[in-house]
């Protein structure tokens, strides 16, 4: 089935620094979803990109869909004690009704 | 949060017995799913809803099966549970399918000792 790969599995930053997690997928996909899961909490939406090359931002959150719709980036600027979390992307499943997750990105920051 | 509920929300059983874990929601939602998350692999698919009594398999549905009977109530059931399943369980919740967000419920940690 539709697989999505996300790169790194950790990242351990200070606060202030950026931090970029990325998605990559062998097919091309019709949409990418991105999730925040707080230590001990639940995956929680942020956003969809659907258009090749679309790029949204939500205050310091910056999500990129790629020209192909086969990678997807998201990028934290100056990064604070908040971001603190695993960043999962999540693509169609091959029967179209469910969400594939790839392993996310667990930022660790530190004052 | 939308409206829904996980039950129990800890779990500890015994190899070899069977267990029912519940999602209940109040928002009407007809793709409902059960997702198992364990380190370093993510959030994986066990099983999902596409409405009542329509159900399919996901990437790790070996071992467990689901059940829904309203569209309220989507049961996860592991007949024999194993060590293997130690794992905490997700449902969630959605509107559209994979149009639109997913929504979590808090969790199931379950422990198969």
């Known amino acids: 089935g539709q697989q999505v790969m996300q790169i790194p599995q950790y990242q351990h930053v200070q606060e202030g620094e950026d931090f970029t997690t990325y998605c990559n997928s062998s097919?091309?996909?019709?949409?990418i979803q991105w999730y925040k899961q707080r230590p001990g909490g639940h995956p929680v939406f942020l956003i969809q990109?659907?258009?090749?090359?679309e790029v949204k931002k939500q205050k310091r959150l910056t999500f990129q869909f790629g020209e192909a719709k086969k990678n997807s980036s998201l990028h934290i600027t100056a990064t604070q004690t908040t971001d603190v979390g695993t960043y999962f992307c999540?693509?169609?499943?091959?029967?179209?009704?469910?969400?594939?997750f790839g392993k996310g990105t667990s930022l660790l920051v530190t004052p | 949060d939308a409206g829904i509920t996980q039950s129990p929300r800890h779990k500890v059983t015994e190899t070899g017995t069977p267990v029912t874990l519940r999602c209940h929601q109040t928002?009407?939602?007809?793709?409902m799913y059960w997702y198992r998350q364990d380190p370093g692999h993510g959030l994986r698919l066990i099983h999902y809803?596409?409405?009542?009594?329509?159900?399919d398999k996901g990437e790790v549905s070996d071992g467990y099966s689901v059940s829904r009977s309203k569209t309220e109530d989507f049961l996860l059931t592991l007949e024999s549970a194993t060590s293997s399943q130690t794992s905490v369980y997700f449902c969630?919740?959605?509107?559209?399918?994979?149009?639109?967000?997913?929504?979590f419920g808090q969790g199931t940690r379950l422990t198969v000792v």
């Open positions: 969630a919740i959605s509107g559209q399918g994979l149009n639109t967000e997913a929504f």
């Open positions: 097919t091309t996909l019709s949409n």
């Open positions: 990109l659907v258009k090749s090359g």
């Open positions: 999540a693509g169609p499943s091959d029967s179209g009704y469910a969400l594939n």
């Open positions: 928002e009407n939602h007809r793709y």
């Open positions: 809803s596409y409405g009542v009594k329509d159900t």
